[in-house]
């Protein structure tokens, strides 16, 4: 049971990333998938997230209309646009799978990548 999470780096405010997240080892069209992330010193802060079937997204006010998710179950991949990207968004980048109900709480995820540093310099 894996995630890879791929595709952070050091990028100009107002640029642009794109992060993916690779899974393996579990059903991963079953589970609802969430990106977190976590500056250092503070709280692990959601995102946003998507359901099993890529129906539904779910965003964190402070990234509402600069990140889109996506996902493709053929290739059990979720993917995590950002675009304008700010100096507050630098964090190291996690995503993570969960068969509850899809939520914004980080403690109901129990399958979860190593992370990805993203680093937006001003």
């Known amino acids: 049971v894996q995630l890879v999470e791929s595709g952070g780096g050091l990028v100009q405010a107002g640029g642009s990333l794109r992060l993916s997240c690779v899974a393996s080892?579990?059903?991963?069209?079953?589970?609802?998938v969430a990106w977190f992330r976590q500056a250092a010193g503070k709280d692990r802060e959601f995102v946003g997230g998507?359901?099993?079937?890529?129906?539904?997204?779910d965003y964190a006010d402070s990234v509402q209309g600069r990140f889109t998710i996506s996902r493709d179950n053929a290739k059990n991949t979720v993917n995590l646009q950002m675009n304008s990207l700010k100096a507050e968004d630098t964090s190291v980048y996690y995503c993570?799978?969960?068969?509850?109900?899809?939520?914004?709480?980080?403690?109901?995820?129990?399958?979860w990548g190593q992370g990805t540093q993203v680093t937006v310099s001003s």
């Open positions: 080892g579990f059903t991963f069209s079953s589970y609802s």
């Open positions: 998507i359901s099993w079937s890529g129906g539904t997204t």
């Open positions: 993570a799978g969960t068969l509850l109900p899809r939520s914004r709480d980080y403690k109901m995820y129990m399958v």
